[in-house]
């Protein structure tokens, strides 16, 4: 019995550092990403260039992702259209892309609620000093509102994604 769970939980602790370490594909270095969608429920980041989907990334959401965003501090993540509106390499979230959340329709919906709509939603990486979780992050939903990717991952969006482009949050 003793044997068995020795191998168990070495398995596991390989299948753990497997899972961390093993390489993903890469966008091809002159690849340019026009536009993006984000299923949540899938919890999947589809990147497109003239197109054709280039890559799809798994991410983490808002600690309560069900529904659209209604208001500031609901931890929901918007659903809609939006653009890619800022990039920034000084984070506290490692980098970021900036979206355009709140969008009119948003900010009409806030209003009727007598609600702020919030803002300051971001694609982005992990938290600076969070240590080296990498791709355990997407065990759970854990922004405020915000789509969460690995450094890495974040590092490969920013470098090829532009200002401007659209981004569609789909439920």
Not at 22 to 40: G, M, R
Not at 105 to 111: E, M, R, T
Not at 128 to 139: D, H, K, P, T, V
Request: proline share 5%; glycine share 8%.
């Amino acid at each position: 019995m003793l044997k068995a769970t020795v191998l168990i939980l070495l398995l596991l602790g390989f299948g753990i550092i497997a899972f961390q370490f093993y390489p993903e594909p890469t966008l091809p270095v002159s690849c340019v990403i026009d536009s993006i969608a984000v299923h949540k429920k899938e919890r999947k980041l589809y990147v497109y260039s003239s197109g054709n989907l280039m890559k799809t990334f798994r991410i983490s959401l808002g600690k309560n992702p069900i529904g659209h965003k209604l208001e500031e501090g609901d931890k929901k993540t918007p659903e809609g259209r939006y653009f890619i509106i800022s990039r920034n390499d000084k984070s506290r979230y490692h980098k970021n892309l900036g979206i355009s959340y709140p969008n009119e329709k948003d900010k009409a919906l806030a209003k009727k609620l007598n609600k702020k709509p919030g803002g300051d939603i971001k694609i982005h990486g992990l938290k600076n000093g969070s240590g080296n979780i990498s791709r355990l992050q997407r065990m759970k939903d854990w922004t405020n509102g915000c789509i969460a990717l690995t450094d890495s991952e974040v590092d490969e969006l920013y470098n090829h994604v532009r200002i401007g482009s659209p981004i569609s949050i789909f439920p």
